[in-house]
């Protein structure tokens, strides 16, 4: 069983619905506004007992973390290995489309990496094992249903690109000297690879990647932030491949209906 911690991790779990949430802790004292309603909503909805407790009962079961007054038990997400990630996604007709990470240790990159993932349509983060930030309650609330949503890997990247590899997804590492982000092709499955906080890409991993990127600063720059790197990879990725004209299309669509089915819960 897994704890979360937060109005928004509880929301995005009972929302996105890859896996069960099985019961509730609500600050008695607590206003109910529009996203308490729909929390309460979903819960009722999908039968999880929901309790109203005194406040200090949830500091307790938070241990002193932001718990914006809700906490829930839920069961574990799925678990996937390289290899039966991308089995699944070859199976389901997709292009796989993955991050591998090495050593992000900070939750709020984590957290952000997840949130970017999940807006650019990323299939699985792959991180080592051992190294770097786990899925934490303040991962989980950084990443606004990333966390949920965008599969994560822990396993040895050696073993890892191996898979990578032998089902022919290009592997692109961004690091500096490489080739300008904007002149790669970046189109097809894909595989972004980012180094370490503060030390950058690996020279085994560069080794193993099929390209090497930078992407071009002003201002006598030499790096960005691993979140705020990978998030314009995953964007210039998506240009590419003109997954924005397809979103645009399908907002017009969306609209042309008329309906929001969140409006379904409340």
């Known amino acids: ?34 996203k308490v309603a729909r929390i309460l909503a979903l819960a009722a909805q999908n039968g999880v007992r929901v309790d109203k407790v005194p ?57 952000a990496l997840l949130r970017t993932g ?11 094992t051992r190294r770097g930030a786990t899925v934490s309650s303040v991962v989980s609330r950084v990443s606004m249903g990333g966390a949920e949503m965008v599969p994560v890997v822990r396993e040895g990247l050696s073993s890892a690109l191996k ?12 690091d500096m000297g490489g080739v300008p982000l904007q002149e790669l092709d970046l189109t097809g499955p894909l595989c972004i690879i980012l180094g370490g906080e503060g030390k950058g890409l690996s020279p085994a991993l560069r080794k193993k990647c099929d390209h090497i990127v930078s992407i071009p600063l002003a201002g006598d720059l030499e790096s960005l932030n ?25 907002e017009v669509a969306e609209e042309a209906d008329g309906h929001d089915p969140l409006d379904d819960i409340l």
């Not at 996604?89 to 993955?98: D, M, R, T, Y």
């Not at 022919?168 to 590492?173: D, E, N, Q, R, T």
């Open 163 to 174: 898979h990578v590899q032998k089902a022919g997804i290009k592997v692109v590492g961004a």
């Open 1 to 34: 069983m897994e704890q979360l911690e937060g109005r928004n991790p509880v929301m995005e779990a009972l929302l996105r619905q890859r896996r069960i949430v099985r019961r509730i802790w609500l600050d008695k004292g607590a206003k109910v506004d529009r």
């Open 226 to 250: 691993v979140s705020v790197a990978g998030a314009l990879l995953m964007y210039e990725k998506r240009r590419q491949d003109g997954w924005f004209d397809q979103k645009a299309d399908e």
């Open 55 to 111: 406040r200090q009962k949830l500091d307790e079961m938070a241990d002193g973390r932001v718990h914006n007054g809700i906490v829930a038990h839920a069961d574990p997400l799925p678990t996937y290995t390289t290899l039966n990630l991308i089995d699944k996604l070859f199976a389901e007709g997709k292009a796989p489309f993955l991050v591998m990470a090495d050593e992000v240790n900070y939750e709020h990159n984590l957290g």
């Open 118 to 128: 999940l807006g650019m349509g990323v299939d699985g983060l792959i991180m080592p």
